[in-house]
């Protein structure tokens, strides 16, 4: 038999913490004071990562406001 709390628990919408935007914004540091050094590769690297998790933050952040 199915509780009513589990059933209730699946009907709230879902909650994020917003880590993505956090550690977009430490791949996007990492990514300055990499170029700065000279380091292009680690930049380009750390900027890519930063760009995956901004993308993955708003599109979090977009269901979040939906549900």
Same mark, same amino acid.
Not at 29 to 38: D, H, K, Q, T
Not at 40 to 56: D, H, T
């Given at each position: 038999?199915?509780?009513?709390?589990?059933?209730?628990? @699946?009907? =709230?919408?879902?909650?994020?913490?917003?880590?993505?935007?956090?550690? @977009? $914004? =430490?791949? &996007? %540091?990492? !990514?300055? $004071?990499? @170029? !700065? %050094?000279?380091?292009?590769?680690? @930049?380009? #690297?750390?900027?890519? #990562?930063?760009? #995956?998790? #901004?993308?993955? &933050?708003?599109?979090?952040?977009?269901?979040?406001?939906?549900?």
């Amino acid at each position: 038999m199915v509780q009513l709390s589990t059933v209730m628990d @699946a009907l =709230v919408p879902l909650q994020f913490s917003g880590e993505f935007l956090q550690y @977009a $914004i =430490v791949f &996007f %540091v990492l !990514a300055i $004071i990499a @170029a !700065a %050094v000279g380091a292009r590769g680690v @930049a380009g #690297i750390s900027m890519e #990562i930063a760009r #995956i998790f #901004i993308i993955v &933050f708003v599109i979090l952040a977009i269901v979040s406001l939906l549900l």
